[in-house]
């Protein structure tokens, strides 16, 4: 059996809770993200393009778009008889059974997947962030270093740090502390969630934390390694990347793929993102539409005018539709005569006649204001607006709306449509 010098294992389990509506039904790193993307094709395509052929994928809440997405691994060249992509669901054991308990916890329960390749090392990625990374230069920097484990990170606003793990290093790269989310953070460089571990090293921290409630790299396994061996080290990433696991920042970096010259380039010939898209028709667009600063997906047709929007495959926006700063998903409908201000519209959505999103002044939203905060309208998949409605600011829907669930024909500003059984 061949040897493999470095496996990934990539987790991709999480519900995401602070996306909101986005999450209810499809797990955090299914949802779709550039208009013909999803948010795991981002990693994906790191890894092949890193030389990495060997990909575990972890799933568990909501996994059957991931599964469907990733199939055999076709669109990433992940479709090889010995390694590839595989899915690595939760499975029912003759003891200890549970669901992934914790991120470490999850590879721990695949601990025989890992050792059916006999790796040297193992990649731990996330499934849930932006950014494009050469593993391979990571790897090199682990060998140089002599290192047990290698933790990716990143400078961050100061004020942000508090969110992260940060760790402080010496001059030498070397970790001298790790702390995960500290209220007082004493450094501002963060954890980007990857690293790379000798597979030695990651197998007997696993054996040791098994029984630990919730088993986390960054809470646990990290620690751990650092006080027995202190041979940990920090590799410095300065490029692009970007946690998309809020509505602001997920519609932020959404935006920026749009700038002149976006900071995050999606059109790289050198550094291919690769996705499953079945789309083949071409885009139409009508004698008066008007389309300005946009990234718009294939087989969709535009009527109306869109300005500094994502708009997915197969999409259709009706004429005198205006659409600005937003988001709008795969399979999406717009109407006739509507304006759609800063929004987030998820996947095959039905918006009626004259329907007005983000009207009104900013209130802070009653179900959930921590999720909610961000001055946008965000419609869940599948759901329905009726013709003849306006929609506020700090707003979600969910399922199938009436004229009924809009009193005097508005949802106002902060406040929530959720139908029974939809969340």
Known sequence: MIKKEMIAMLLAGGQGSRLGVLTANVA???????????????PLSNCINSGIDTVGVLTQYRHL?????????????LDRN??????????????????????????????????SYNPEYVLILGGDHIYKMDYEVMLDFHKAKNAEVTVACMPVPWEDASRFGVVVADDNSNIKEFEEKPEKPSSNLASMGIYIFNWPTLREALLTLKDQPG????????????????NCYVYE???????????????????????????????EEFWKIYTNNNSTAPQYFGEDAKVERCIIGEGTEIYGQVSGSVIGDGVTIGAGTVVR???????????????IDKSIIAENITIGDNVKFGVGEYAPNVLNPKVYAFDLVTVSEGSVIPSNVSVGKNTAIVGVTTAEDYPDGLLESGHCIVKAGEI
């Not at 939760?90 to 916890?105: F, I, L, S, V």
């Not at 490029?239 to 002149?260: H, R």
Request: net charge negative; hydrophobic share 35%; proline share 5%.
């Open 325 to 339: 700063d937003s988001i709008v998903m795969s399979g999406t409908t717009i109407g006739e005569n509507c304006v």
């Open 82 to 115: 010995y390694g590839g992509v595989t899915l690595l669901p939760p499975y029912e054991k003759k003891e200890n059974t549970d669901w992934y308990t914790g991120t470490a916890n999850a590879i721990y329960q695949n601990i025989e997947y890992i050792e």
């Open 237 to 267: 990433f300065n490029g692009y990347w970007k946690d998309v696991g809020t509505l602001g920042a997920y519609w932020e970096s959404n935006m920026e793929l749009i700038d002149i010259i976006p900071e995050f380039n999606l059109y």
């Open 215 to 230: 088993c986390d790299f960054g809470k646990h396994v990290i620690p751990y390694v650092h006080e027995k061996t202190h």
């Open 65 to 77: 778009r991931l599964n469907t997405h990733i199939g055999i691994g076709i669109p990433w060249d």
């Open 28 to 42: 955090k790193p299914a949802v779709s993200f550039g208009g013909k993307y999803r948010i795991i094709d981002f």
